[in-house]
């Protein structure tokens, strides 16, 4: 029987230079999702409480205050706690200090960037972790190519033109699932990316879980995401 996790930690201090002027007074997971009504942290918030998550911590950074402000403001489905670097931690090191938080160090916890919008089970994310021991374990999609795609023959003959299609390979997704050992093995300053992530694989203590086919999942990182969220959103209306 799984134990699956009720607590998560949401990365929500980045710049989000690329989404000005969205950005210019709000982080970029205050940005709200035209049509919806609601910035991308509360969809978030949302969607972790309806997998069972009881408690987040938002890790604030840019413009924390408005972050802060939002949350105090608003009826929220989980008890959220915050906290804010005094000094740039980088990615692993901040992950590492809003971890501090969580209620219960001796279970695990979920992750996700906090300009990630995305729906699927992370209870089924949460039983493949545990059925193949991983300290962790990182949610992988397989995004749209922005381009059109040629295919040709051996020959050199064009043989079709395919809009925007599946990139062929699998990315980072932004989601995860921790094991309550994971969270020393981080930095306390530097990008786990490139250190604690790399290291678990070659330990082979580092799971990957395609998302199911047919899970929404988009990275709000320009104005053009904003606009194709939307449009999205009204296509699965």
């Known amino acids: 029987m799984h134990t699956f996790p009720t607590q998560a930690v949401i990365l929500a201090g980045g710049q989000g230079s690329r989404l000005r002027p969205y950005t210019d007074d709000r982080p970029k997971p205050m940005v709200e999702i035209p049509g919806t009504g609601t910035p991308i ?12 998550v009881t408690d987040a911590v938002v890790s604030c950074g840019h413009l924390a205050e408005v972050l802060q402000e939002w949350l105090d403001a608003a009826v929220l489905p989980l008890r959220v706690t915050t906290v804010v670097e005094s000094e740039p931690l980088g990615r692993g090191g901040g992950l590492k200090y809003a ?23 992370l209870r089924e994310m949460a039983a493949f972790h545990a059925e193949r021991d991983a300290t962790a374990t990182l949610a992988l999609a397989r995004p749209r190519i922005p381009w059109g795609a040629v295919e040709t023959d051996a020959f050199g003959h064009i043989t079709d033109f395919i809009e925007s299609p599946p990139s062929p390979y699998l990315i980072n997704a932004g989601v995860y699932v921790f094991s309550p050992a994971f969270t020393a093995l981080l930095p306390n300053l530097g990008d786990h990316e490139r250190t604690t992530f790399p290291r678990l694989a070659r330990e082979r203590r580092l799971a990957g879980y395609p998302l199911p086919h047919g899970a929404y999942w988009r990275a709000i990182d320009t104005a053009k995401d904003l606009t194709e969220a939307a449009k999205e959103l009204d296509d699965r209306r």
């Open 99 to 121: 971890a501090a938080r969580l209620p219960d160090p001796e279970q695990p916890w979920y992750a996700t960037n906090g300009d990630i919008w995305t729906r699927f089970s």
């Open 41 to 52: 942290i509360g969809h978030q918030l949302s969607w972790l409480a309806a997998e069972g």
